[in-house]
């Protein structure tokens, strides 16, 4: 294996821990919800999950367990931004703090110790393909799960009426409102159901991707979710894509650590933000016109 | 599930005031006018977080009553604590600042943190380097300066992103804190390690003469007097001067601000410069007065924290400047509860967010009441 194959394989498992909750964040921004609250969801997700498996010794407990964590902080969020239109950005931070808060406070007993993280399953037929079928179809389930949501979630917004619903809720709601449908409802839903991918990407990094948890593990990753959102225009297969770049630059330090090529340790640490900074300023003018409508008004203000 | 017809957001301006100023009483029931009604509901709110926040502390085993006591006892009510709060209250006071003049503009600077570090990280690369050999309140000088500019570049370069690119400074600012901080792990691991720290990961300490001087032989040192003076002058340049009257414009209504001749993207550049300046000053205040050396989490998510104050202050100086005051006490707290309640410190971040949570879900009745 060489030092390229083994960036791929852990860029698209790690790539993953960001695709499912930008993927979270998709769905609620194209109904006019920002929830920066993701890496809060994340940070639940990453804890329930793994203190559920720790202590269950069941990987699918843990698993259930992460999308419920995140599930609640999506209640919360679409609660306060849209039953009581409280500011979507402050909400997200918050829930944020409460996150990191209420994770710390209740993790502490579980950090230092371990588990076996989700096994890889080789595709059969599928994984002999020479090159591509050891980075794309020896994965764990969760990786899995990212490829065929995106397969889903495309097809649900544009191939369907509920998804025409949510785009129009994101868009112009009170159109929504007047031809009978419930936008709020709708934002609900996308929040809650945002937000349980973004529980289910916080479990792929503790119990899918390096089998332990430690205080504030998600460090950013779920602001940088938000982040791939945008410069992908709020595209399901361009968020894809994002993520896996951000999953590859993110492995290509490890392994060019790990192949003894002295770079500076702290420039890698901050390549990944880098990156995602430049892609923002590359694609941002592009993807503006884009940008949900609803989304606008929390988004800036201004311009 | 009882989803009103129509989006919240789209009715808030006009059809709200039409709406609630009929809303009868219950019979019987106090008349209150929507002013106290939002006072009451506000207020039992707040009861409600602290209530929320006890709980919590009964379920990891400590006692509620014993807790508050701590709070209020570690933060208010000696001469040394009230000073500690203070002083805290410097970085998330300038810092909550940083988002409240930009927010003028309708802009959201999440890049407290960042700015916070890159104001600390000039101060320190310049009191090092210059602050041995020159007077003290030349070093003083030069810190400050050096910090509100490195601040208000790191601020700036968000705000470019914005008004050249178009990309959201919500999020560019957000990415930036973790860049800035790699930034400064880098230094303090690396480049200004300090030779004599027996191995610990932080720079070089100022010199004596390059720490900002205590009051009176108080806790407190002048970096008290220079933020005062700080909050005043942004109080004075967003309230009484043509550039925060402009700002408030953009902020309003920026297509009509367009029309009438002002100058956008400057206006909303140089909000996000002022902004970050002041945030950078907090940083370099912190370490010349505070820190004196470069260590890691030297600002303790302050940055974040100062977002959420501002968001509490609904943006106004003044109580702006109250709100992190409140929160600088409650972040500290979480010292006195590791010690005396045996509680991790860190459950102080649930009590913040429980506190400005209520703003939040009670802003329906705000507007009401407006």
């Known amino acids: ?303 | 599930m009882t989803a009103t017809p129509v989006n919240e957001s789209s009715v808030r301006s006009t059809d709200v005031d039409l709406i609630t100023p009929e809303q009868p009483d219950l019979p019987g029931g106090p008349r209150l006018g929507p002013g106290s009604r939002y006072a009451l509901i506000s207020t039992l709110g707040y009861v409600a977080s602290l209530a929320i926040f006890g709980v919590l502390v009964a379920v990891k085993g400590a006692d509620p009553i014993s807790v508050y006591h701590t709070i209020i006892s570690s933060t208010l009510l000696n001469g040394d604590a009230v000073a500690q709060t203070a002083l805290r209250a410097i970085p998330i006071g300038l810092a909550a600042l940083a988002v409240a003049v930009p927010a003028r503009a309708g802009l959201i600077n999440v890049g407290g943190e960042g700015q916070l570090i890159m104001g600390a990280v000039a101060a320190t690369g310049i009191g090092v380097a210059v602050g041995a050999a020159v007077p003290g309140a030349l070093s003083w000088a030069a810190m400050c300066v050096s910090g509100a500019l490195a601040g208000a570049l790191w601020a700036a370069l968000s705000g470019v992103l914005r008004t050249w690119l178009g990309a959201s400074e919500a999020v560019t600012t957000l990415l930036l804190n973790f860049i800035a901080n790699d930034v400064m792990l880098y230094l303090i691991y690396q480049a200004w390690k300090d030779p004599h720290g027996s191995g610990q990961p932080q720079s070089r300490p100022l010199a004596h003469v390059a720490q900002l001087p205590k009051i009176f032989g108080s806790q407190l040192n002048i970096g008290v007097l220079i933020a005062l003076v700080v909050v005043a002058v942004t109080w004075f340049l967003l309230q009484r001067t043509g550039w925060g009257f402009q700002l408030r414009v953009v902020g309003g209504n920026t297509e009509a601000a367009r029309r009438a001749g002002l100058r956008v993207n400057s206006l909303l550049l140089s909000s996000m410069a002022v902004g970050g300046a002041l945030a950078g000053l907090g940083g370099a205040l912190n370490l010349a007065g505070v820190e004196t050396q470069l260590r890691p989490d030297i600002t303790l998510t302050f940055g974040y924290v100062a977002f959420l104050a501002s968001f509490l202050g609904r943006h106004q100086p003044v109580k702006v400047v109250g709100a992190a005051l409140l929160f600088s006490a409650v972040a500290l707290s979480g010292n006195g509860l590791q010690i005396t309640d045996g509680l991790d410190g860190t459950i102080v971040d649930i009590l913040l967010a429980l506190i400005v949570a209520v703003p939040l879900i009670v802003a329906k009745y705000r507007r009401r009441a407006a």
Not at chain 1, 172 to 197: F, H, S, W, Y
Request: with cysteine.
């Open chain 1, 1 to 303: 294996m060489n030092g390229v194959e083994q960036t791929l394989i852990g860029g698209v498992s790690g790539g993953t821990a960001i695709l499912l909750p930008a993927l979270g964040e998709l769905i609620s921004e194209r109904a006019g919800v920002i929830n920066l609250g993701t890496e809060g969801a994340m940070l639940a997700g990453a804890l329930g999950g793994y203190a559920i498996t720790e202590s269950s010794g069941v990987i699918w407990y843990g698993i259930i367990a992460g999308i419920l964590a995140g599930a609640a902080v999506g209640l919360a969020h679409s609660w306060i931004t849209v039953r009581r239109s409280g500011d979507q950005i402050a909400s997200g931070l918050l829930l944020w703090f409460l996150a990191l808060g209420v994770t710390s406070v209740f993790g502490t007993g579980y950090v230092g110790t371990a588990i076996t993280p989700l096994s890889n399953i080789a595709i059969p037929g599928l994984h002999s393909i020479p090159w591509v079928g050891v980075i794309l179809f020896d994965q764990n389930i969760l990786v899995y799960a990212g490829y065929l949501l995106v397969a889903v979630i495309w097809f649900v917004f544009y191939r369907t009426r509920v998804g025409l619903i949510l785009r129009a809720t994101g868009e112009r709601p009170e159109v929504v409102a007047a031809t009978g449908g419930k936008p709020q409802l709708v934002q609900i839903v996308a929040v809650t159901i945002g937000a349980c991918l973004g529980g289910l990407g916080g479990a792929q990094l503790s119990i899918g991707y390096v089998g332990n948890w430690f205080n504030d593990m998600t460090s950013g990753y779920g602001f940088v979710a938000v982040a791939v959102v945008l410069f992908a225009a709020w595209r399901p297969v361009r968020v894809l894509g994002g993520a896996y770049l951000f999953g590859i630059v993110l492995a290509a330090a490890s392994v060019l650590q790990a192949h003894g090529v002295s770079v500076n340790q702290y420039l890698l640490d901050a390549l990944p933000y880098l990156v995602t900074l430049l892609a923002l300023a590359v694609f941002a003018r592009r993807g503006r016109s884009e940008t949900p409508e609803a989304l606008t008004q929390s988004l800036s203000r201004s311009g």
